[in-house]
């Protein structure tokens, strides 16, 4: 029998996380984020009114519907206030250690043993995850895409463990509740988008890091060239520069393929702290106003 799945966690209240819990809340489920402490958890909040903000200026959400999602959110610093959910989402940084620590301290915390324990990871083995819990049939990747209220994919990938009624039940929660699309991927790094999408983006920054176009040039090509919605280093910098180099550092681990390994000129921009349009800066230059934004 189906178990409607009605409260939602989640861990991490960053672009990806905040884009979640927004998508969640507007699905009309009760959600729960959880930050690392109240300065982070205020900004997580900010995060999705604007967004919701924009929803409502671009015509897609009316303000009463924005104003209910709003007050269907909590923001809190304490793991334990997810006691009682039913799905909980981690997007935390895309670290393995981060993540595998949160999945030990979850598995002891969310007290329904039925309850499915998800991650957002890019790149990092679903496995790995499932086997810090007792539960690992009940942990599943359930990876969104950059801005989440916005690109209707979601990528599904079971691991070894992944029992096929926690397929099901996320399947149902992605298509049926939050109206997005899935494709299903076998646990290796990267999954389907990653696996393509990076060693494009990285051969995007090798051209840039050669001096053969320059960023603009570059996007430019495949924005117009090919009908992208955003060139290359456009949308390295949407990611976030230290998320790309996380990912293909994992696909690196993986493969051992040098098309993965990370440019010099990305890790560099990372040490520097131009990590794209989180910071105002990365291969482009942003307006800071307007970081919260798209
Ligand atoms: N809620 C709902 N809809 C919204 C919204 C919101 N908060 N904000 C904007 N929208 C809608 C707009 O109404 C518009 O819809 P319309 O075309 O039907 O009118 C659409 O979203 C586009 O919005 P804008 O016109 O304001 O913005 P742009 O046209 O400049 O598009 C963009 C911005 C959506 C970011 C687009 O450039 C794009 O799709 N870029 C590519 C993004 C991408 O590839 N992301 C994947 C990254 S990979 C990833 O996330 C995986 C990770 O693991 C790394």
Redesign the pocket.
């Known amino acids: 029998m189906r178990r409607d799945i009605l409260r939602i966690g989640v861990v991490g209240g960053g672009r ?1 996380g905040a884009g979640i819990a ?1 998508v969640c809340a507007r699905a009309g489920l009760d959600t729960v984020v959880c930050e690392v402490d109240a300065m982070a958890a205020r900004a997580a909040r900010e995060r999705v009114s604007a ?2 903000d ?2 409502v200026r ?4 009316d303000r009463d519907s924005a104003r209910d999602a709003l007050d269907r959110l909590a923001f809190t610093q304490a793991l334990e206030d997810l006691a009682d959910r039913q799905l909980v989402v981690e997007a935390v940084v895309e670290n393995a250690d981060a993540k595998t620590e949160i999945f030990t301290a979850l598995d002891k915390i969310v007290e329904d043993p039925g309850a499915i324990l998800a991650t957002n990871t ?2 990092l083995p679903i496995m790995r995850l499932g086997m810090a819990t007792g539960r690992a049939d009940r942990v599943v990747g359930l ?5 989440v ?3 209707p994919l979601v990528e599904i990938v079971a691991s070894l463990h992944t029992a096929p009624g926690t397929v099901a039940a996320v399947e149902d929660f992605a298509t049926r509740v939050l109206g997005k699309t899935v494709v299903h991927a076998r646990d290796r790094a990267g999954f389907v ?2 696996a393509l ?1 990076i060693p494009y983006l990285l051969a995007a920054i090798r051209m840039a890091e050669s001096g053969f176009a320059t960023a603009t040039d570059i996007d430019a090509g495949m924005e117009l060239g090919c009908a ?3 060139g290359p280093l456009r ?1 390295a910098d ?2 976030g520069l230290d ?2 180099a996380s ?1 293909a550092e994992s696909l690196y681990d993986e493969f051992r393929e040098p098309l993965h390994a990370p440019p010099p000129l990305l890790q560099r921009m990372v040490e520097a702290g131009l990590l794209g349009r989180k910071t105002g800066r990365g291969f482009h230059v942003y307006d800071a106003v307007r970081q919260s934004d ?1």
């Not at 671009?58 to 959400?61: C, I, P, V």
């Not at 990876?143 to 801005?147: E, G, K």
Request: no cysteine; charged share 10%; aromatic share 6%.
């Open positions: 990806m927004e967004s919701l924009r929803a671009r015509g897609k959400l890019s790149s990876h969104f895409f950059n801005p209220p916005v690109l988008v990653n999408l992208h919605p955003m949308l949407l990611i998320t790309v990912i798209i």
